[in-house]
């Protein structure tokens, strides 16, 4: 098992409070700034696009630098963040995949919208969600924590985030829905699954892969399209599974994982 500290470092994040509390997952932000800085990886780059050439058209300063701290608490925004970085190679390999990629790094760097996935996971196609579902949720560790106006903003910020991944469908009765998962997605949950201890099979078993609500044959198949089309090295051969992920993380990142 991979400790709190060690995923901290790869650029998870814990505790109580998210990025939720203040915004949902900022999609339309995301792809636009990415689009405008296709190579970039520093955060300062972010920081003068987003405040001071205002590239997602923000109306005031306020606005914007609030923009930019959300964005950065939830993706991190600079590749010195190895999961950024990877997060971000992957982002510009199929723009279908973006949604759903966009709300896996936020599930790794968000406490409260990872509160709840069990809910989202649990729902099968086309089974209501509402808001107050989310609530329960959310007040369930500390039920005095929140006022009722936070729980509410909060939850609206969250189904916001699931239904812009696609895992949720409507505008005010919520549904469960598929969403659209491609071999990036595939990759990108192998290598989180990888950063928490798991190998071989049960990579294919963990959370992560089991959040796309797909059989197992369908998962497997999205993992040998990520192996065809070089996103990872994905072997299997008398039952025994292996994958590996060259060039995801350097040498000295790896050694993280034996600490």
């Known amino acids: ?19 939720h509390s203040a915004r949902s997952m900022m999609l339309v932000e995301l792809v636009t700034l990415f689009e405008k800085n296709s190579s970039g990886c520093n955060q300062e780059q972010y920081r003068l696009d987003i405040c001071d050439f205002n590239v997602l058209d923000k109306p005031t300063t306020k606005s914007r630098t609030l923009t930019y701290r959300h964005l950065v608490d939830l993706y991190g925004m600079d590749c010195s963040i190895p999961l950024f970085r990877v997060f ?18 936020s599930l790794a760097r968000d406490p ?29 560790p500390n039920s005095e924590r929140f006022s009722p106006a936070s729980l509410k903003s909060f939850a609206q910020n969250i189904n916001g985030s699931w239904t812009q991944a696609g895992f949720l469908q409507g505008r005010n009765k919520k549904t469960r829905s598929q969403p659209v998962v491609s071999p990036v997605n595939a990759a990108f949950a192998l290598f989180l699954a990888y950063l928490e201890g798991a190998t071989g099979e049960r990579l294919l078993q ?31 051969s008398g039952g025994v599974t292996d994958v590996r992920f060259t060039d995801y993380i350097t040498a000295e990142e790896e050694a993280w994982l034996d600490e």
């Open 1 to 19: 098992m991979i400790s709190n500290t060690t995923l901290i470092k790869f650029g998870y994040k814990f505790g109580q409070n998210g990025a």
């Open 88 to 105: 971000r190679q992957l982002w510009s390999l199929e723009p279908s995949a973006q949604p759903v990629l966009a709300i896996q790094m």
């Open 112 to 140: 409260l919208l990872r509160l709840t996935l069990p809910l989202i996971r649990g729902l099968d196609i086309g089974l209501s969600v509402i808001r107050q579902d989310v609530e329960e949720i959310l007040k369930a």
């Open 206 to 236: 963990s959370s992560h892969c089991k959040l796309f609500g797909l059989t197992e044959h369908h998962m497997n198949e999205l993992a040998i399209a990520a192996g065809h089309r070089g996103l990872i090295d994905f072997k299997q």
